[in-house]
């Protein structure tokens, strides 16, 4: 797949180009929620190993399949999309480190779940850095009492914040986001030191968010090209009685 070789190593350089001194070396997480496993394959054999899913349900078999195959070394993944109680166990399970933690209860179990013959489960908090009704992530105001809460879980480590803004138009309202979510981790790691990973900034935005100090930009689009549209997920949002 020789386009997907060039917008890897096109984006490798706009990174290298656009991370803030401070932050040090930034990661690239490639977002390869509805992307199938020869994409996933393809990218492994170029050096790409860290991947983000959003669904639980869809992100198993992948990472079963990818775990399963020789060929394959081994991969990093990250939930980035909502998760339910319910659904703690097999994260716990599958995931090495899950960036939507928003509440105390779901700490609680991921904890409880991980296998304490792996590592511990790398854990973000997902902070609502603009109020966006709706959206996950915990308040601003809420991140200090959660970071200790995490903290002090025996079978989680605490490395950091994720945020999405709300993809507004004007790059000043989103930088601004950005810029409050690196002070809030700036505010945080003086209680917590062991903090090294800010997660912010998507294909139409990364370089913004790596300018105030992001660390890992998750990237989907950019990389595999669009999505195809969803149908499932537009009918039940917008059907209701
Ligand atoms: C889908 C998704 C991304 C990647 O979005 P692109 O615009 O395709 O780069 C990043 N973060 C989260 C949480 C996502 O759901």
């Known amino acids: 797949m020789p386009e997907l070789a060039s917008r890897l190593h096109q984006l490798q350089c706009r990174i290298s180009g656009a991370t ?21 394959a393809a ?17 198993l078999p992948k990472i079963a399949a990818c775990a399963a195959d020789p060929g394959l070394p081994g991969l990093e993944w990250h939930l980035i999309g909502r998760l339910q109680s319910n659904k703690a166990r097999e994260a716990a399970h599958a995931f090495d480190w899950v ?16 296998d304490p013959a792996r590592p511990a489960l790398n854990v973000l908090i997902q902070v609502n850095v603009d109020g966006e009704p709706g959206k996950g992530g915990c308040e601003p ?35 601004a986001a950005f810029r409050s979510l690196a002070a ?3 505010r945080l790691a003086a209680t917590h030191p062991g903090l090294d990973t800010l997660s912010m900034g998507m294909s139409d935005d990364f370089e913004l968010a790596l300018a105030e100090g992001a660390t890992l930009v998750r990237i989907g689009t950019a990389l595999f090209g669009p999505r195809p549209p969803k149908p499932k997920q537009a009918a039940t949002t917008t059907e209701s009685a």
């Open 20 to 40: 803030a001194p401070a932050a040090g070396r930034s990661r690239l997480l490639a977002v390869s929620k509805t992307r199938g496993i020869e994409e996933i």
């Open 43 to 59: 990218l492994a054999a170029l050096g790409q190993l860290a991947f983000g899913e959003n669904y639980v349900q869809e992100a």
């Open 99 to 114: 960036q939507t933690v928003d509440r105390a209860k779901l700490a609680d179990a991921l904890s409880r779940h991980r």
């Open 141 to 175: 105001h809420e991140v200090p009492a959660l970071a200790t809460h995490v903290a002090a879980l025996p079978r989680l480590a605490l490395r950091g914040l994720m945020a999405i803004p709300a993809p507004v138009p004007d790059p000043s309202t989103r930088r």
């Open 184 to 186: 809030l981790q700036t």
